[in-house]
Every structure is written in C-alpha cells, then in structure tokens.
C-alpha cells in the first residue's frame, strides 16, 4: 500500500491530478479488460459438454420444429434438404407451413412422399397477425419425441452431423444452445454485421457457461417438451421476438443448459439486406434486453464500458500527456489486443468463423459504439417486436 501511495505521489508531482486519474482510469479499465479475454472467455474457448455428467445414456429421438412463412422454394431445394439427411437415427422435421399457396403446398406433399420422417403442418393465412411464437407452438405440440431443436428456414445446418452433436448434447443437458452465423459476403458491412454475430453470442455462450443463461439462437435451440409445458410455452406474447433468449430464461434454472461448441454443430443464417437490415434486425432483438436479470446485463455492460474507457483514456494519453506517459499507456494495447486475439482465434476456430480474426481491431474500437446506438435506438418503439 505504501508503494502504491508513493508512486501515486510522485505520478501527481510530475503530471498533475489529471495525470493520477487518467493513470488510474487506464489501468483499472485494463485489468477489467484482461480479466474478460485473458480469464473468462479464454475459459470459454476451452469448454467441453462432455466433462458434464450425463443425464441420458444414450442419443434420444429428437423432433426438428421449422417455421416457415410464406413460399420459399429455394429452401425446400437447399436448406430443408439438409435437415432431412442429417446423420442421426431418429428424428423428424415438422415443417408448418403459413401460406395459402395449393401449389406450394402440393410441393412439400411431394417431398413429404420422399422423405417419411418429414411432418407439414399448414396454418393458412388470415387478416390476423401469426407470429413465430404461434407458429412454433403449433409445431412443438405436433411434435412426436419429447426432445426439440428449433430452427429456421432462414438457416441451414454447416454439416450432416449436425443434428448428431446436438442430440449428443441432450445426454448431458435438457437446454442446449447451438451458434449461428450469418454468410459471408465480400463487403465491410458483411464483416461487421458476422463480427457483431460472434460477439454477441460468446456472451450469452458464456453467461450460459457461468449457470446464467440471458440468451440462445432460435436458428439452433434445444429443448425438451416437458420444459416448454412446465413454464405453458412462450412468455411475452405482446412480443414478437424472444422465442430464443427470453424462452431460454424461462426454462432455464442455471444447470440444466448446455453449449455446444463445433463447427459442425453451427448453422449460418442467410443475409436479406446489407448494413440497415442488419441495424433494423439488432434494434427489433434488443427490445428484449430490457427483461434480462441485472446480473446479465452486468456482465455484457461492464466488458463494453470498459473498453470504452480504456480506448478514450489511452487516446487522451497519447494526445495530451508526455511521450513517457503516453508511451507507457500505448504499450497497453497491443497487450490487450493479444489476449483479445489468442482467445477470438480459438473461439473462431472452434465454431468455424473464418475471415474475422486478423480485422477484428476495427471490430473491437466500433462494437461500444454500434451497441450504444442501439441501445437508444431500441428504446423507441419497435412495431415489428411488440404486438
């Protein structure tokens, strides 16, 4: 303590007050920083489901729900033809259908004539709004097997053994979260908009992995029936949005959720727009960031403004200070950046991200401000979230 108070002192003699809180305002904000990447979300990358014990001797039965509104041959062509030749034992897919199209329609029976363990439920259009949470309501009840796996036909399974990893997981869990990103494209915009994809979900990864789950991917989500009826389906149904990170709050109690970390287990979702339609995606999402629990938006907050505070304050050193003082304060960002890097570069690795890691350092000084826009933006209301 007394080296401390004498280095505080002689810092204040040479520099001045201002000097003494910017110093301290750097450092404190680094040790947070190095406490996220170079402790919690390195333990992240290393995480394995199956050091868990398990509640299931083997793979169960699972039942694969696909909401699908409108016509979208191309998915029947690509995405669904995925789903029906995944590498597993047993399992089904129940399509339902929102459409009104006979032709359509006619189509899925004819695929249906093909493949058995495809299930098409059709809920016809009306002048009522359905939504997502109708939709896969329908779906889960028409379901044959007690284990669910939500997805979407705006996403698809990377790899056959998709529905293998994550029907391996529900021998360890009744909850299991599964990563989806979104496809690359050769611009700036599809850059950010998958970065901004990773980082959030290395969150709610690892607020899962901490027994504090505050959100999951309704392109990739498991469950099982008993959850969903115990807790009688959805919750918010003033909501549009939720059927994945505030569902996964309610069925959740901390130790009944499992992550699966693989290439092979993720899904990418397909891009519908550039930059807007991704800002308009985010803001719709975050209205439901409001009903997270404290704890979970303390985590998510207190990495964000700390890096904040560390880039503003580093800059500040080296715009305003002595070179020795800014040379000291600068000589912290490639620290932070490497541990930034080591931990991303596995994480990457281990959900097959490409291209994302060696750009990440423009990534990393925008995401507090791309989250504070949306942040605001969110509190307006949003007609396509609330009912």
């Not at 006619?106 to 093909?114: P, R």
């Not at 918010?236 to 699966?260: A, K, R």
Request: hydrophobic share 45%.
């Amino acid at each position: 303590m007394d080296f401390i108070n004498d280095m505080a002192a002689a810092v204040g003699s040479t520099y001045g007050w201002e000097g003494v809180a910017l110093g301290i305002s750097i450092l404190a904000a680094f040790v947070v920083q190095m406490v996220y990447h170079a402790g919690i979300y390195a333990r992240t990358a290393r995480f394995r489901l199956s050091a868990r014990r398990q509640i299931l001797d083997s793979e169960p039965p699972v039942s694969v729900v696909v909401p699908m509104f409108g016509e979208n041959s191309a998915y029947l062509d690509e995405g669904l033809q995925i789903l029906l030749s995944q590498d597993y034992h047993t399992y089904e897919v129940v399509l339902v259908y929102v459409g009104n199209d006979d032709n359509f329609l006619a189509d899925l029976k004819f695929l249906q004539s093909s493949y058995p363990n495809l299930r098409i439920v059709n809920i016809e259009h009306t002048r009522y709004a359905i939504s997502a949470k109708m939709v896969l309501n329908l779906g889960i009840k028409a379901a044959r097997y007690e284990h669910i796996i939500t997805t979407t036909a705006d996403a698809e399974p990377v790899s056959d053994r998709w529905l293998a990893l994550m029907g391996k997981a529900f021998t360890y869990d009744d909850v299991i979260l599964g990563y989806c990103g979104l496809e690359s494209r050769p611009t700036l915009a599809s850059f950010f908009s998958r970065a901004q994809r990773l980082s959030e979900s290395v969150e709610w990864i690892t607020t899962a992995i901490r027994h504090m789950p505050s959100g999951a991917s309704k392109h990739n989500l498991g469950f099982t029936k008993t959850l969903y009826f115990g807790v009688r389906g959805f919750g918010h149904l003033n909501l549009n949005v939720g059927e994945d990170d505030l569902f996964v709050q309610q069925i959740s109690d901390g130790s009944n959720v499992g992550v699966v970390l693989s290439r092979n287990a993720s899904c990418v979702e397909k891009c519908w727009g550039g930059w807007s339609w991704w800002i308009d995606l985010q803001k719709s999402a975050a209205t439901t960031r409001r009903f997270y629990s404290p704890r979970a938006k303390c985590f998510v907050e207190t990495e964000l403004v700390s890096r904040a505070v560390f880039f503003i304050s580093v800059a500040a050193a080296v715009i305003a200070m002595p070179w020795e003082y800014a040379a000291a304060a600068a000589i912290l960002l490639p620290v932070r950046y490497t541990a930034v890097f080591l931990t991303r570069t596995r994480i990457c690795r281990r959900l097959g991200e490409r291209g994302l890691v060696m750009r990440h350092f423009m990534f990393d000084v925008a995401e507090p401000v791309i989250r504070a826009y949306i942040a605001v933006a969110s509190r307006r209301k949003d007609d396509n979230a609330w009912r």
